[in-house]
Each structure stands twice: as C-alpha cells, then as structure tokens.
C-alpha cells in the first residue's frame, strides 16, 4: 500500500491554491508562503523549505513574489503547484484510492469544504 508523505501533504494543500495565478502579485493568502504551508501541514518551516526547493527542482512547484493578505506590503514568497506538480498528486490520489486508502489522511477535509474547494481539491474524481 502506498504511503503518504509530508511531501504528498504539501501538494494536497497546495493544490486547494490551484485557482492563484503564479503571476499574481497582490492579496495572496498567507497558507501559499512557507510559514502557511508548515502550519498547515503540520511541520516545521525549515522542513517546509527543504522539501519545496526539492519540489521546485523537479518542476512541481513554482516561486511567485506577492503581498500576503492582511500582513504587509512587502512582497513574499509564494509556492504553487505547477501542472507537473498536479498531475503528480493526481496520481498519488489514484494510488490511494486504488489502494482503499483514506484521503482524508492526505489533508483533504472534504467536511469543512465548500463545494468548489472540493472540486480544486480532489479534481475530476466527483465529475
């Protein structure tokens, strides 16, 4: 059976972002920046930074430069997940469910979800 990976998490949460354009440059939410992305996955910032520059040397993940919402002017890094990056957690997903694996383990909380949010979230498995 396969295994969920903090690296998995981090693009399960990212990909609740998929709707932000990496050209986007003002009120971006603060969980895109790394300090978000470690609160919400659960693990440190440093982590957080080891495991993203190893994703965006494999071209899963992008850097933007943006003002986070509600914190300040000065622009901050930003990570999105690239088209590789989705279609890599796609078929992460296909694993786990072929596997009968619960994907509520990878972060996706469908009961705290709006309806659109699950769409980006879990993709083309409600369609």
Known sequence: M????RRDKIMAHLNRYIHIRPDSEFCAPFEITQDGIAASVGITRNHVSILLGEMVKKGEVTIGFATIRGISAKKRKVYLLTMLGRNTLK????????GGYPLGELGVDLTRMTMDEVRRSVGDYLD
Do not use: P, Q
């Open 91 to 98: 078929d992460k997903i296909d694993s786990l469910v072929a």
């Open 2 to 5: 396969s295994m969920i990976t």
